[in-house]
């Protein structure tokens, strides 16, 4: 069975890693480059990275967290990269797997729907022995939590979603779920405007990380 999971679970990123679905067939504007998906789904790993999705330096790598938000996200959880990048220990999944293109304003799109809609309840059905969830950033703490039936949890803001996080981590034995800010550099100013974040769940994150890797 568990070889069967694994099997599956590989067809679906073989899939993944040629879809075209945001140039071919897009909800809305297509995606404004050609697609190239950043998942890296996992039939062993215990903690999943659920972010939003790949920037312009990812887009360009291929290697999900390549750039200043995976350097202070790595610091959050207090792992180096051999371990982070270890996909038998750490599965990343982003809400969209392709860098969605930037506003007017030079900030990165939101992630893509379309990669929610054709692929998330089925990577994940496909991992069930994830018992810990990083959801980073507003997108991915609407998906997980409402899919694990915590949805009533969510805050208005994403700063009340994360004020949440022992009500939200308590909910829940497995998997548990860590809500976080998106570790990019313009998430710095909330940082300093929220230092309970990383007095309180920074240690507390790093603790749950180290009992799973």
Excluded at 81 to 91: I, K
Excluded at 143 to 165: C, F, K, Q, S
Aim: proline share 9%; charged share 20%; net charge positive.
């Amino acid at each position: 069975m568990a070889g069967e999971g694994a099997d599956a679970l590989a067809a679906l990123e073989r899939a993944i890693s040629t879809c075209r679905i945001c140039a071919d067939t897009p909800r809305g504007a297509p995606l404004p480059h050609a697609p190239r998906p950043v998942a890296w789904p996992s039939a062993t790993a215990r903690i999943l990275v659920a972010g939003q999705a790949p920037g312009t330096r990812v887009h360009a790598s291929g290697r999900p967290f390549t750039d200043p938000s995976g350097d202070r996200l790595r610091s959050w959880m207090g792992l180096d990269e051999a371990v982070f990048y270890d996909r038998s220990r750490l599965a990343i999944l982003p809400m969209g797997f392709c860098f969605p293109g930037l506003d007017a304003k030079g900030a990165d799109l939101p992630p893509r729907r379309e990669c929610r809609d054709a692929w998330h309840d089925r990577v994940m059905a496909a991992m069930p022995q994830v018992d810990l969830i990083l959801a980073i950033g507003a997108a991915a703490q609407a998906y997980h939590l409402a899919r694990l039936g915590l949805g009533h949890l969510r805050g208005a803001t994403l700063t009340e979603t994360v004020a949440a996080w022992r009500t939200i981590l308590a909910a829940r034995a497995s998997p548990a779920v860590f809500v976080l800010p998106h570790p990019s550099w313009r998430n710095s100013g909330w940082l300093k405007r929220h230092p309970w974040f990383e007095v309180d769940i920074v240690p507390a994150l790093r603790r749950a990380v180290a009992a799973r890797v």
